[in-house]
């Protein structure tokens, strides 16, 4: 085969080189799958036939052990005293009455569906459904055709019942007969239910007639297996005795053979199948049992795609074979091209790395600044905030100062008058005083504290408590009634004096929004919402809008009067929720007003 360097030159045959390459891939793709599918269906379909052959051997086993258990049944009834009694004295009412007993017991005990002794005309005696019930139109024909051992269709139902018909000739002399019918649908139905689970083989059984008179797919039941008119179709009351061609595609091995049949799921279709038989001795019927091979097939192909995979992979070998010298040929320059590639990529790669250091540099740089500005800006929400309450909180501590210094004075006066018990309880309204002062000034030294993130159990009843205490001013001056409902004991895990800054600012924007508001009510409301703590404020105030709902937590936006408000305490907020592992959300209340709403992580020994 001549290499591609003897090819002519690329720009006369540009389209040669890619065709040729194709030609060298397709040839051993094409013949690998070939051979694969060949081989693998060819053991497949060998396989499947022996195992069919199994179970063809059990299905005709078990057809003929259910035929065989009746098959003495009429020889025990024409042995029977009562019967013998009733076919010498056919018109005896009473041995009438005792024989069709004596058959309904023996027809119980062997499971023949229906038992009748007749007269040597054939004319019904006794039965094992009454003396006088009536029998089907097969049973009576039976009687009086003589036939023995056949396949018969039930008129009431459709199903399968098998004939057993005997003489009763005691010294030659012909004195009646002995009919037993077994009901086949049992078996049948066992198939069908085989069929339908395990998608095994479809079976038929073809009697003498060539209609298949059992079958594990309905459809086929009582069809012609050839296109012949049946000779007595009246075997067959109600049956359409259709023609069910099975069309020979080829011969297999063991007498097996691939045909074609309906699809049971799509009778318009036709599925191939292997087909067996076996003849069921001593009747002229036979089993025939028709196996899917669509798991073969599926088997074959996919050894068909391996084996184009394996040509696909000497195609190549002989690509590369071929492409070898050509390679060889440009490695030199390829060499010699790459050291110059690789050296000015290192110095691109040097420079680069450079200037992403640099801009690494620049990018901490600028993110410590950020973050000191952030921390910066908390700060100062929590100043803005303290400034804000500034004029409330001098107020509240003036009180206890003007009446500290009163009570010391009256306390003096009191001494000096001898009132000891007077002065007692001056003294101690002194230090109930100092006490007021030193919670509002301990908890404006714990609020204004600059600290790092430090996450904690945290009781959210006393956070709040805390809350309420430094807005104490403004609730004494606002009429504003507050519900604190929080379960006892419910704990969370957060930061306790940032914790403190979000509820203050959610509680002073709704005291904000409840100023000059009639009936006006804040909800400061936790509620355990599995591993987490919801939290919410809830005021019933007038709300806000939709435009202003959108930008509620940009920066710099307020819904305040000018120079009340800076747009930065729900920013702050949302940052702190975030980074103690929640988020901050608002919607309208459902009876109007604004709720602010955050969860948290509970604590595991949190509890109602």
Not at 131 to 140: G, R
Not at 475 to 499: I, K, W
Not at 583 to 604: I, K, N, T, W
């Amino acid at each position: 085969m001549p290499g591609l360097s003897d090819l002519p030159p690329p720009s006369a045959t540009r389209w040669l080189r890619p065709l040729v390459w194709a030609l060298l891939l397709a040839a051993p793709m094409g013949l690998g799958s070939l051979l694969a599918f060949n081989l693998n269906e060819r053991a497949g379909l060998a396989q499947l036939v022996a195992v069919s052959n199994e179970r063809l051997e059990l299905y005709a086993a078990t057809l003929d052990a259910e035929l065989r258990r009746c098959a003495f049944v009429p020889g025990l009834v024409a042995g029977d005293g009562d019967v013998r009694a009733l076919l010498a004295a056919p018109q005896d009412e009473d041995l009438r009455r005792r024989a069709s007993s004596t058959l309904a017991r023996i027809g119980v005990r062997s499971g023949a569906s229906l038992v009748v002794v007749a007269d040597a005309a054939g004319r019904p005696l006794a039965s094992s459904q009454g003396a006088s019930a009536p029998l089907p139109a097969t049973a009576l024909r039976a009687l009086q055709d003589e036939a023995s051992d056949y396949f018969v269709a039930n008129p009431q139902d459709g199903s399968t019942d098998f004939v057993y018909l005997l003489p009763v000739s005691p010294g030659g002399e012909a004195l009646g007969r002995v009919l037993v019918v077994l009901n086949l649908a049992p078996l049948e139905a066992t198939w069908i239910d085989l069929g339908l689970r395990s998608q095994s083989e479809r079976l038929l059984v073809v009697d003498e007639r060539q209609v298949a008179v059992l079958s594990s797919v309905p459809a086929w039941k009582y069809r012609r297996m050839d296109d012949a008119e049946v000779a007595d179709a009246a075997r067959y009351p109600g049956a359409a005795l259709e023609s069910l061609r099975l069309p020979v595609q080829r011969l297999l091995e063991a007498g097996a053979t691939l045909v074609r049949a309906p699809d049971p799921a799509n009778p318009r279709r036709e599925t191939p199948f292997v087909a067996q038989e076996r003849p069921i001795v001593p009747l002229a019927a036979r089993l025939l049992a028709l196996s899917d091979p669509s798991e073969v097939w599926r088997q074959a192909r996919q050894a068909a795609w391996a084996g184009a995979a394996v040509g696909a992979l000497l195609g190549g070998l002989v690509l590369y074979l071929l492409q070898r010298r050509r390679a060889m040929r440009q490695l030199l320059q390829a060499r010699n091209a790459l050291q110059s590639a690789h050296d000015q990529l290192e110095q691109q790669v040097d420079e680069r790395t450079a200037e992403l250091l640099s801009a690494n540099d620049e990018l901490k740089r600028q993110i410590a600044q950020r973050e000191l500005a952030e921390d910066e800006l908390m700060q100062a929400g929590k100043m803005a905030v303290l400034g804000q309450m500034s004029a409330g909180i001098s107020h509240e501590i003036n009180q206890p100062l003007t009446a500290l210094r009163a009570l010391s004075r009256n306390a003096l006066r009191l001494l000096e008058g001898g009132r000891q018990q007077a002065v007692s309880d001056n003294l101690r309204s002194i230090d109930e005083m100092a006490e007021r002062m030193g919670r509002i000034v301990n908890q404006l030294k714990s609020f204004a504290r600059k600290d790092s993130l430090h996450a904690q159990p945290v009781p959210l009843e006393r956070a709040a408590r805390n809350v309420l205490l430094m807005l104490e001013h403004r609730l004494h001056h606002e009429p504003v009634t507050v519900d604190l409902d929080v379960p006892d004991g419910l704990q969370l895990r957060a930061d306790a004096t940032r914790l403190e800054q979000v509820l203050l600012n959610l509680c002073g924007n709704a005291l904000d929004a409840l100023a000059g508001r009639p009936e006006a009510r804040m909800t400061v409301l936790g509620r355990p919402l599995g591993d987490r703590v919801l939290v919410q404020v809830i005021d019933n105030g007038p709300g806000v809008d939709e435009a202003a709902m959108a930008r509620l937590f940009e920066p710099f936006h307020t819904t305040k009067p000018a120079g009340e408000g800076l747009g930065l305490g729900l920013v702050i907020s949302s940052k702190i929720v975030g980074e103690m592992g929640g988020s901050l959300r608002a919607h309208r209340g459902a009876a109007g007003g604004m709720v602010f709403e955050f969860d948290l992580p509970a604590m595991e020994d949190s509890h109602v």
